[in-house]
């Protein structure tokens, strides 16, 4: 109980703001409940299908497949892969990261799983047939071309400043002994 | 509320699968859901933290002041505006596209608007807590920070071709 509770600490603090400001703003109320109710509604709509995904990769898919295809040794091609998962993926970022422990505990590699992340981010498929047709042809190919650069770029820089004693510490948390 | 065809393919691929696992063996699907659903409570708390603050910010960032922020003039600071709003707020792709259509409409420029696309969906500093538990402190701050400054080359290469 006093797990549960601290668990939901954060949540209950955002809930006591959320009231505060529906009391203290009455005429934004209307609009920060509209915004609500839409959130909830897109996180409901994601959180069945990524979470059974998520539970039938962990059982089905063994870890020397994806050590293989996404591990340390996998170079390029286990780069493509993670940004070809993280592009065909559905939902905001928040769903990647649940997914991203899945993929640690399996072995996939440090820069793939930032790959992954960063192509969860912002090349998403459906999104770039949206943003072709909302913003014009040549504003989202430039944006989808350098934003592929920017992924690798920022995996890279990433993968040399962070110490191998915190790529281990975070491998160890997915995985319990 | 329309649903969009990238829900409708990834529930149609999870039923599949579902179904395909579930026919391959009973055991290990009741598994894989109980799996499921230990991941889904060790976030959920996140989650709703996440979306009620979202739903605060999204309420005081309506179009009206977006284009206030964004659509004056679209010179240093309005760009730098562009990027902090971004930064803060994680909206989704379809809401996003059109309001940055109506504003490049309604007179902003090329540069402030891709840099508010671009770290709308790069930068969240509303889910960075939820990204610390997964990726560490170092790297969630690290990769925010890189990618805060990666969205204003990325919008300056984006209005160098729009402009070609």
Not at chain 2, 91 to 108: D, K, Q, T
Not at chain 2, 112 to 136: H, K
Request: aromatic share 12%; hydrophobic share 55%.
């Amino acid at each position: 109980m006093k797990a549960t509770l601290k668990k939901y600490t954060a949540a209950l603090i955002s809930l006591g703001i959320l009231g505060l400001f529906l009391i203290l703003r009455p005429r934004e109320a209307p609009e920060v409940v509209s915004s609500l109710k839409y959130q909830f509604g897109t996180m409901l709509e994601i959180i069945p299908p990524i979470f059974i995904l998520l539970g039938l990769f962990d059982v089905w898919v063994p870890r020397d497949i994806i050590i293989r295809l996404m591990g340390p040794g996998s170079g390029f091609k286990g780069g493509l892969l993670g940004f070809f998962l993280g592009s065909a993926a559905a939902g905001p970022l928040y769903g990647a990261f649940p997914l991203v422990s899945v993929l640690m505990k399996k072995g996939a590699s440090f820069p793939v799983i930032l790959i992954f992340i960063g192509a969860w981010s912002t090349t998403k498929i459906p999104m770039f047939l949206f943003e072709l047709n909302a913003l014009g042809y040549r504003f989202a190919i430039a944006r989808l071309f350098i934003d592929i650069i920017g992924i690798l770029f920022i995996a890279g820089i990433m993968n040399f400043l962070i110490p191998q004693s915190e790529k281990d510490r975070l491998y160890s948390q997915c995985s319990p002994p | 509320m329309k649903i969009s065809l990238d829900i409708i393919l990834l529930y149609t691929f999870t039923a599949a699968a579902l179904i395909f696992s579930a026919m391959k063996n009973r055991e290990k699907t009741g598994m894989a859901l109980k799996k499921g659903l230990k991941a889904l409570n060790g976030i959920l708390p996140q989650f709703i933290t996440v979306l009620v603050i979202v739903s605060i910010v999204l309420s005081l960032l309506d179009e009206e002041v977006m284009i206030r922020i964004l659509g004056e003039e679209s010179g240093f600071l309005s760009t730098l505006g562009a990027a902090v709003v971004g930064s803060i707020t994680l909206i989704p792709g379809f809401i996003a596209f059109p309001v940055a259509a109506e504003l490049l409409n309604s007179g902003a420029g090329v540069i402030p608007v891709a840099t508010f696309i671009s770290t709308l969906m790069m930068v969240g500093i509303v889910t960075l807590p939820m990204e610390i538990q997964f990726m560490g402190k170092r790297a969630a701050f690290l990769r925010n920070i890189l990618a805060f400054g990666f969205s204003f080359i990325a919008a300056f290469f984006v209005y160098r071709v729009v402009n070609l």
